[in-house]
């Protein structure tokens, strides 16, 4: 089967036409998923990655500490409808290949419909597919399109190779896609110690496998998506009485936000059952974090299965999980996988008068912290907590020397939300006149919680003017002398309300570089200063207060998302990416075409080409 223009998808096509007309108007590429989304050090794996505007990427980076590196990357066809009869000569084809025999049946030339039959790349050398390739097929094939749970944001697939050295040092890297119209927002990749096992490929119904995969050694990580509706189940055979076992799931990490599903993100709940069927335990979050954490104590020796399935049973291609199993009870330090860390709001040391660490040890237990202050104005308090991986939601209480209570903090309302934390918001900052005097700071959680993980830091300082800028943008792909957008947003605290700059380096010059002064929300013009060519880099870009040039911070890179239809988030990056593309060749000068003389015979046309009566022929257009 010949590939033809048919042979694309709707989708596709329009991103194929977008990138045509012209690279510098084409979309950046973007991730809604990978899956599996981490490798063992020392293994090599091939992962799928979802996502949109995918036409012509070529290129893969993953930053962070070496030894991990993408070594090939091959873009999967859009597939079509199939007519009635080309779909039953695929599914027979495929029954042929279950069955060990790859050659390909003979196609019905003779069949009046033949010339109808829609074109595909893969569809034409099914025989020469491996396994995971065929199971892309078959599943395009069997599942049913529910335009409920289709969405173009992970409508295009690209198959990405990825290689680990065996000293790779474990952790989080930040993987990308790099296309003509720049370079993709990072997602979560993990690199890990356990081996990875991944759940069985897909298999139509016909050839379904009934017993669940058996959890092939511990510590291990298990590997699968959840699909509408479905519960994911894993063997545990074996287990002796008094066992410990620690099940970490991961979901909500690798894909923090969902903006066309509430509450806005894949909620996973693990249980264990006993050979029985019942249930002996189960977790559906760890803190106020919704990736779940269970710690589970054998009770019999037995055979016992792991079940994992979305809370309100949904399910999509970037329901994607991870579950590492470990042995013994030591369960992770409560925390957000940010691929960088949350703002502290840094102070000026000169401006702090004072700081606490404390943790409310038990529930309902208030800590006091006694401080004086000695000039008359007004002082910040700080609350670090959920910015921190606490899960302390905060109150703090400041009393005088006569136990009245001069202010009382709980929740701040931020103009821009950062990072992946949930309710972030707990942490109490609020400003307050204090005259000179001896004074009380009570911290305690409003729920009337406690614990040894409940920890806090309070900061107490002087108003320090200063700001923060953030970029929803963290990565650039252009040519000498390209330019790409930077929205920003301005984050002013303690007074703040100056001009800011954004200072020129080596790579770029800005087109507006002053944002006016009270001003927080600004697009600029991101403009290549490179004439070359340039491998992915990590670069710096900086900002700083016209009035004061002294006051500077980095420009952060972050990623807006949204939250089920409503919340917009920016999910901070590693850093700034950049990678120069070559200047285009020179376009050579055409030769004017001289006028044939009015005499000259017209040549004859040249003879029509036999069709192939093996290839189904395009249908010519009416």
């Known amino acids: 089967m010949k590939l033809s223009a048919r042979g694309i ?7 194929a036409c977008m990138c045509v007309v012209s690279a510098a108007h084409a979309a950046s590429p973007h991730i809604g998923y990978i899956y599996p989304s981490g490798i063992q050090a020392g293994a090599t794996n091939r992962v799928i990655v979802g996502g949109q505007f995918m036409w012509g990427v070529r290129e893969a980076m993953l930053s962070g500490p070496g030894g991990v590196r993408v070594t090939e990357v091959e873009a999967v066809p859009g597939f079509p409808n199939p007519t009635g009869d080309q779909r039953r000569y695929l599914v027979k084809w495929l029954a042929q290949i279950a069955e060990g025999n790859r050659e390909q049946p003979p196609l019905p030339v003779n069949n009046e419909h033949f010339n109808e039959w829609r074109s595909n ?19 395009n094939l069997f599942t049913p399109r529910n335009p409920l749970q289709m969405s173009p944001s992970i409508g295009q697939k690209m198959l990405v190779t990825i290689v680990a050295d065996r000293d790779a040092k474990p952790g989080v890297r930040e993987f990308r896609l790099i296309g003509p119209g720049g370079v993709s927002e990072p997602k979560p990749f993990l690199v890990t110690t356990a081996p990875h096992q991944a759940e069985p490929l897909y298999r139509p119904p016909m050839r379904q496998i009934k017993e669940p995969p058996t959890v092939e050694r511990i510590p291990s990580v298990l590997d699968g998506q959840i699909r509408p509706g479905s519960t994911d189940v894993w063997r545990l055979p074996g287990l002796k009485k008094g066992r410990v076992l620690t099940f970490r799931a991961r979901a909500r990490e690798f894909q923090p936000y969902i903006g066309d599903a509430v509450p806005g993100f894949f909620n996973p709940e693990i249980r264990i059952v006993n050979a029985a069927g019942r249930e002996v335990a189960f977790a559906s979050d760890y803190f106020y974090h919704p990736d779940p954490v269970l710690t589970f104590t054998v009770p019999e020796d037995g055979d016992y299965a792991l079940e994992l399935h979305d809370t309100l049973y949904r399910g999509r291609a970037d329901f994607v999980y991870s579950v590492h199993i470990s042995e013994g009870p030591a369960k992770p330090p409560v925390r957000s996988l940010s691929l960088a860390p949350l703002p502290r709001y840094a102070v000026p040391p000169s401006s702090v008068v004072t700081q606490f660490t404390g943790v409310v040890k038990a529930p309902g237990e208030m800590c006091r912290h006694k401080f004086s202050v000695e000039k008359e104005g007004r002082y910040v308090f700080d609350l670090l907590a959920r910015r921190v ?46 005259a000179p005097g001896k ?8 729920s009337r919680k406690g614990g040894g993980a409940y920890f806090y830091t309070l900061r107490i300082h002087r108003p320090a003017p200063r700001f923060e800028v953030w970029a929803n943008c963290s990565g650039f792909a252009l040519r000498p002398w390209g330019r790409a957008n930077m929205p920003v947003e301005i984050v002013r605290r303690d007074g703040f309300d100056g001009e800011i700059r954004i200072e020129e380096n080596d790579f770029f010059k800005f087109k507006p570089n002053v944002i006016p002064a009270g001003s927080n929300s600004v697009v600029v013009a991101a403009i290549s200063k490179r004439r070359t060519a340039c491998n992915p880099t990590n670069i710096v870009i900086w900002a700083s207060s016209v009035q004061n040039p002294k006051l500077r911070t980095t420009v952060s890179p972050a990623n807006k998302y949204n939250q089920a239809f409503a919340w917009d988030h920016y999910v901070p990056a590693g850093s700034f990416v950049f990678r120069g593309f070559p200047a285009p060749p020179p376009k050579k000068p055409q030769p004017k075409k001289s006028q044939p003389p009015a005499a000259a015979a017209a040549k004859p046309a040249a003879p029509a080409k036999a069709a192939n009566p093996a290839m189904p022929q395009p249908k010519p257009a009416k």
């Open 9 to 15: 998808s709707a989708a596709t096509a329009v991103t």
């Open 121 to 139: 790349r893969w569809w034409s050398v099914l025989g020469t597919l491996d396994a995971q390739k065929i199971s892309i097929v078959e599943d």
């Open 389 to 434: 991986g606490s899960p302390l939601d905060a109150r703090v209480c400041v009393v005088d020397e006569a136990g009245k209570t001069v202010a009382r903090f709980s929740d701040v309302t931020n103009t821009v939300h950062v990072g992946t934390v949930i309710q972030a918001e707990c942490d109490p900052i609020g400003t307050v006149k204090l």
């Open 439 to 446: 004074y009380v700071a009570k911290v305690m959680d409003e």
